[in-house]
C-alpha cells in the first residue's frame, strides 16, 4: 500500500496536538488499510501471525524490554503482544516528541517516525486477526532478498 511512516507523519504535521495526531494517523490508515486483502475476509485466529522487522517494531520490542540502549542480540526473536505494544505506544505518547527524541531507544533520527509507525502498527494488530507479534531484527529481509534473486536468475543455486 503506498503508504507508510515518512507519507503518515506528514499527511498529519499539520496537527500541533501530540496525542491527537497520534489518533489520526492510526484512524486514517486503519481506514485505508480497510480494503486490503488480510483484513476484509474472515481468518482464523490460529496460524496467522504477523513477524515485524526493523524501525518502528524493533525500537517498540526494546522499549517493552526496558533496554537503555538497543540490543539487536535481545530484541530479535522475541514476541510482543497487543497489550503489550500498546503500553509502549502510550509510554512514548506520556513521553511527547522532546522526550522521544532524547531516549536513547528512539533517538533524534527516529523519534519524527517513531509515531506514524506506531499508528501503523497499532492499526495492524487491531484489524488483522493476531494478538501476537514476533520481531526478526536479522536475515529475514536478506533471505527473502536472495530468494526473489535466485528466481529471477541472478545468483546460481550454488551463491545461495
Not at 497520534?22 to 483484513?39: G, I, Q
Not at 503489550?84 to 506520556?94: G, H
Not at 509515531?115 to 536479522?138: E, F, H, K, N
Amino acid at each position: 500500500m503506498p503508504l507508510g511512516v515518512a507519507t503518515l507523519r506528514d499527511q498529519f504535521a499539520d496537527v500541533e496536538d501530540d496525542a491527537a495526531r497520534f489518533a489520526l494517523m492510526s484512524w486514517f490508515f486503519e481506514e485505508s488499510l480497510a480494503e486490503f486483502t488480510p483484513s476484509n475476509i474472515a481468518q482464523d485466529r490460529e496460524g496467522f501471525q504477523i513477524i515485524g522487522t526493523s524501525g518502528t517494531v524493533t525500537t517498540i520490542a526494546a522499549s517493552h524490554l526496558g533496554l537503555r540502549r538497543y540490543d539487536r542480540t535481545k530484541v530479535d526473536g522475541i514476541r510482543m503482544t497487543s497489550d503489550q505494544i500498546d503500553k509502549v505506544i502510550r509510554d512514548y505518547l506520556a513521553l511527547g516528541p522532546s522526550g522521544r527524541r532524547n531516549d536513547p531507544r528512539i533517538g533524534k533520527d527516529r523519534q519524527a517516525l517513531i509515531m506514524s509507525g506506531s499508528a501503523i502498527l497499532q492499526a495492524l494488530m487491531r484489524l488483522w486477526p493476531t494478538d501476537q507479534l514476533s520481531v526478526a531484527d536479522r536475515g529475514l529481509r536478506e533471505g527473502l532478498l536472495y530468494q526473489m534473486m535466485s528466481a529471477d536468475g541472478v545468483l546460481s543455486d550454488s551463491e545461495t
